[in-house]
């Protein structure tokens, strides 16, 4: 079992920055691959960034590829989403997740999630 907390999230203009972390605890971090996904109102879960548990494999979705980057700690563990150049379409609930292999980049391959974060973006 994995317990994934969010947090960072928060109101900011457009053009700023945030960024979020997920503290895990549980079962050993460092063997998870992570992911940070998120969910507008009326929309479905999207994919926004993964990485591998050795953090050699990392994915971005196209919508944030240059402006947001993910990295992990594993001796803290914790995963990151910096989030720079922010526009009024990033605004959802942001949720981190775990699963086992690789850098999955659909939800299905994720067997724990935190709560979310919200991030509202102010045109």
């Known amino acids: 079992q994995v317990q994934l907390v969010e947090s960072g999230g928060g109101l900011v203009q457009a053009g700023g920055s945030l960024r979020l972390s997920c503290a895990a605890s549980g079962r050993t971090f460092s063997s998870f691959a992570m992911g940070w996904f998120r969910q507008a109102p009326g929309k479905e879960r999207e994919f926004v960034a993964s990485?591998?548990?050795?953090?050699?494999?990392?994915f971005y979705a196209d919508s944030v590829k240059g402006r947001f980057t993910i990295s992990r700690d594993n001796a803290k563990n914790t995963v990151y989403l910096r989030m720079n150049s922010l526009k009024p379409e990033d605004t959802a609930v942001y949720y981190c997740?775990?699963?086992?292999?690789?850098?999955?980049?659909?939800?299905?391959?994720?067997?724990?999630w935190g709560q979310g974060t919200q991030v509202t973006v102010s045109s």
């Open positions: 990485i591998s548990w050795n953090g050699r494999m990392i």
């Open positions: 997740a775990a699963g086992l292999d690789g850098a999955p980049t659909y939800y299905s391959d994720y067997t724990y």
